[in-house]
């Protein structure tokens, strides 16, 4: 099974609907990520959470909620989906620990989210 | 904004030759982190190599960082079709947690 699982895999839905996408971890790390990848432009970070009563918008955060519901639990949500949030999603997890900024991520596989 | 830029966008080899993928950054650095992205897949982490660190090593892959410069670059020795993905850098930035900022990928073909 993998270690860090995202659902769905892909989703294709209508402008103005809400979304939520999920990620679930069994790596039983505190921090987790949300990224977004768009064709050419790498990965860009919309929110983290370095436990559950912590959360932080990252770079590209407006238009995105999260919640984490648990430390194994973390979900994003687009309210009001718009076309130019088409893209590909990831979930990421680290460990804390000694050296916690030296901790590699470990990503999802990704949800394809298409907005009409 | 990025913080890594890669070069080059893209590289076509054949087996058996290496491949060097370079890494450009801008503000100075924790860590730079090199990962790998199979086509519909997530990243997958290579290598770690810390600001005080120059050159790191972990099977065929050897990655530098020179910090008075600014960039990185990953050497993959006798590449294998197998290495075909996208490579990416990122950094975590001496002011920042644990989050990473990415650069734009290479994208690496080997072919048989």
């Known amino acids: 099974d993998a270690d860090v699982t995202q659902t769905p895999r892909n989703r294709i839905t209508k402008t103005g609907k809400r979304i939520m996408l999920e990620c679930s971890q069994t790596?039983?790390?505190?921090?987790m990520y949300w990224y977004r990848q768009d064709p050419g432009l790498g990965l860009r970070l919309i929110y983290y959470s370095f436990d559950v009563k912590d959360i932080n918008k990252g770079e590209i955060s407006d238009g995105y909620s999260v919640s984490r519901q648990a430390q194994a639990k973390f979900s994003l949500s687009l309210e009001s989906a718009i076309p130019n949030q088409t893209a590909l999603y990831f979930c990421?997890?680290?460990?804390?620990?000694?050296?916690?900024?030296?901790?590699?991520?470990?990503f999802g596989d990704g949800t394809r989210l298409s907005i009409l | 904004s990025q913080q890594g830029e890669e070069d080059p966008q893209a590289l076509s080899i054949q087996e058996g030759e290496n491949a060097t993928m370079n890494c450009s950054y801008k503000t100075s650095i924790n860590n730079l982190q090199w990962y790998r992205q199979n086509s519909g897949r997530g990243l997958v982490h290579l290598i770690l190599?810390?600001?005080?660190?120059r050159e790191k090593h972990s099977g065929r892959l050897r990655v530098t960082l020179d910090t008075s410069k600014k960039s990185s670059s990953l050497l993959i020795t006798a590449s294998r079709a197998a290495d075909t993905a996208s490579y990416f850098c990122a950094t975590v930035t001496s002011s920042g947690y644990s989050t990473l900022t990415f650069g734009k990928g290479t994208m690496l073909l080997v072919s048989p």
């Open positions: 190599i810390r600001s005080n660190e």
């Open positions: 790596k039983g790390h505190d921090r």
């Open positions: 990421a997890t680290s460990g804390r620990g000694q050296g916690a900024n030296n901790q590699p991520q470990h």
